[in-house]
């Protein structure tokens, strides 16, 4: 009998954050998994607390604060709606970092 985590069929990421965040690319997969970690109320954007739990974890893999990120973060919003979206997250992980 398989014992995993409590949340079972989770895929796992195959890279830790760090060496996405170093390579400047991500698969589809990998940021499905990323939005899916922060994501707290499923709705497939980070939004509020789910944005800077994620600013959070990226800060000290690119040597920057959480308040500098949440400012970075801001930019990649290319559309009104204040939450940040798959494709924003995308952006900001392969362009700005
Ligand atoms: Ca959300």
């Not at 069929?9 to 890279?15: I, Q, T, V, Y």
């Not at 607390?49 to 801001?74: K, N, Y």
């Not at 559309?79 to 970092?97: H, M, V």
Request: aromatic residues 6%.
């Amino acid at each position: 009998m398989l014992i995993g985590p409590p949340y079972g069929m989770e895929a796992p990421l195959a890279r830790t954050l760090e060496e996405i965040v170093q390579s400047n690319h991500l698969t589809q997969d990998e940021l499905d998994a990323l939005v899916r970690r922060f994501d707290e109320n499923g709705d497939g954007q980070l939004e509020g607390d789910e944005v800077r739990q994620f600013a959070q974890a990226v800060a000290p893999l690119v040597g920057s604060t959480m308040e500098d990120l949440m400012i970075i973060l801001d930019f990649y919003q290319s559309d009104d709606d204040p939450a940040l979206s798959p494709g924003e997250i995308r952006d900001f992980l392969e362009i700005q970092i």
